[in-house]
């Protein structure tokens, strides 16, 4: 990860996917960067605002969170009293997949 390197680490990357992990402290602040589609889970529980533009957000979230984060740039900031641990799971097709039909659980 080129971008705020002293937050996110890469945890497994093949041709497929690339994992992230996320791992910040109460106040620390992201420069703006860009995530493809992605699934997010929640190692923590924390408060952020996220901003892209003019536009902004914040949000709460519990541990233990799965969800879907569609492509997307934007920075953010820990407003809460956490500390902030995620792990994203970045895929690397574009949408439409391979084409391939998937065998066992898909959502």
Request: aromatic share 6%.
């Amino acid at each position: 990860m080129t971008s705020n390197p002293d937050h996110y680490a890469v945890v497994f990357e093949n041709d497929r996917v690339r994992v992230l992990e996320y791992r910040d402290e109460p106040g620390a602040r992201t420069t703006p960067h860009a995530h493809p589609d992605s699934v997010m889970y929640t190692l923590s529980s924390f408060r952020r605002r996220l901003v892209a533009g003019e536009q902004q957000r914040e949000v709460e979230m519990a541990a233990g969170t799965v969800g879907w984060l569609p492509a997307q740039e934007h920075h953010g900031e820990n407003i809460g009293d956490t500390p902030t641990h995620v792990l994203f799971v970045e895929l690397k097709e574009p949408a439409g997949g391979s084409g391939v039909s998937v065998l066992g659980p898909a959502q």
